[in-house]
């Protein structure tokens, strides 16, 4: 029995596996796509790996910034949202 939700979706291997989805989806769409112009793809999906690794009970390497300040600059708006 695990302890906690990051060990029950099955760790690491699981987590990047939906995010390589995530961003194949979120960088295909015709104007999301837009949203992540000039980010380094292999960074984007590190970057939010080890943040749902943490937010899910697993390993504490996040060193990225809050979300607030992280996308403050995409201007998503009620419309986007």
Not at 13 to 31: A, F, G, M, T
Not at 37 to 53: A, P, V
Request: hydrophobic share 35%; net charge negative; charged share 25%.
């Amino acid at each position: 029995m695990t302890t906690n939700l990051y060990d029950d979706v099955g760790g690491k291997p699981c987590i990047e596996r939906v995010h390589k989805k995530l961003y194949d989806k979120l960088l295909s769409h015709p104007w999301l796509k837009d949203l992540f112009k000039g980010n380094d793809r292999d960074h984007l999906e590190s970057q939010q790996t080890e943040f749902m690794m943490m937010i899910l009970g697993g390993p504490k390497i996040y060193g990225g910034r809050p979300p607030a300040t992280a996308h403050c600059h995409m201007f998503v708006t009620e419309e986007i949202f």
